[in-house]
Every structure is written in structure tokens, then in C-alpha cells.
């Protein structure tokens, strides 16, 4: 069974910073596109980051780009998301995300298909 379990939301003022884990299982780590996607009710769920995993590059998105970066520790089965600067406007619910099929992502940081998700975890960024 697939699983992704994140960690590390919370509170925190503007120009902080936070990081994200997602502990992953019940796959091979390294075969799928892996990533995070952010939601603010009312709004569709938006790509973040991910990792290609046909070269292990890393995409953003525009508005994150700069500020946030995504790595993996493959020995770990975790994916982390390190975000600095932190704006209001990157306050939402952040998913960690895998690709159904595909080992590789777009270049403005969505997955070519998630289909796994996990619960997600809230940052709340106040100015």
C-alpha cells in the first residue's frame, strides 16, 4: 500500500522559514515523479515542486521559484521541501504527491499524473 506521510507545518511570520517532510512506502522511491502541491479553500490544488525522476532534476514553480527547494533522501524515503522568505500568500494545506505511472514532471512543477496523496499538513504564513 502506498503511503506518504508529511510533517512540519505550522505558524510562522513572514520571511521565516519552514521545512516539509514526507516519509514515503509501500513503493520503489526512486521510480516515480515525486512532489508537493499546495490549496487555499476556494482555489484548485497547484504543483509546487517535484523531481524528475529520470534525472533527478528539480522544478518550481514561478511563484516559489528562488525561495523553496525540494530534495530527497533516497536512503530515507523522504522527500523534503525547504521554504525561506516566506510570504502570506504561501498559506495553504501542502501535499506531498506521486505520479501514477511516470518517473518524470513538468518544468513549472506538476506531476504528469498524482495519483497519491497524502493527508497534508497547514503552513500558515502571518504578516
Known amino acids: 500500500e502506498v503511503q506518504l506521510v508529511e510533517s512540519g507545518g505550522g505558524l510562522v511570520q513572514a520571511g521565516g522559514s519552514l521545512r516539509l517532510s514526507c516519509v514515503a512506502s509501500g513503493f520503489d522511491f526512486i521510480t516515480y515523479g515525486i512532489g508537493w502541491y499546495r490549496q487555499v479553500p476556494g482555489k484548485e490544488r497547484e504543483g509546487v515542486s517535484c523531481i524528475d525522476r529520470s534525472d533527478g532534476s528539480a522544478y518550481y514553480s514561478d511563484s516559489v521559484k528562488g525561495r523553496f527547494t525540494i530534495s530527497a533522501d533516497n536512503a530515507k524515503n523522504t522527500v523534503y521541501l525547504q521554504m525561506n522568505s516566506l510570504k502570506p500568500e504561501d498559506t495553504g494545506v501542502y501535499y506531498c504527491?506521486?505520479?501514477?505511472?511516470?518517473?518524470?514532471?513538468?518544468?513549472?512543477?506538476?506531476?504528469?499524473?498524482?495519483?497519491?496523496w497524502g493527508q497534508g499538513t497547514q503552513v500558515t504564513v502571518d504578516s
Open positions: 504527491a506521486r505520479d501514477l505511472y511516470a518517473n518524470y514532471c513538468s518544468k513549472s512543477g506538476y506531476l504528469h499524473e498524482p495519483g497519491y
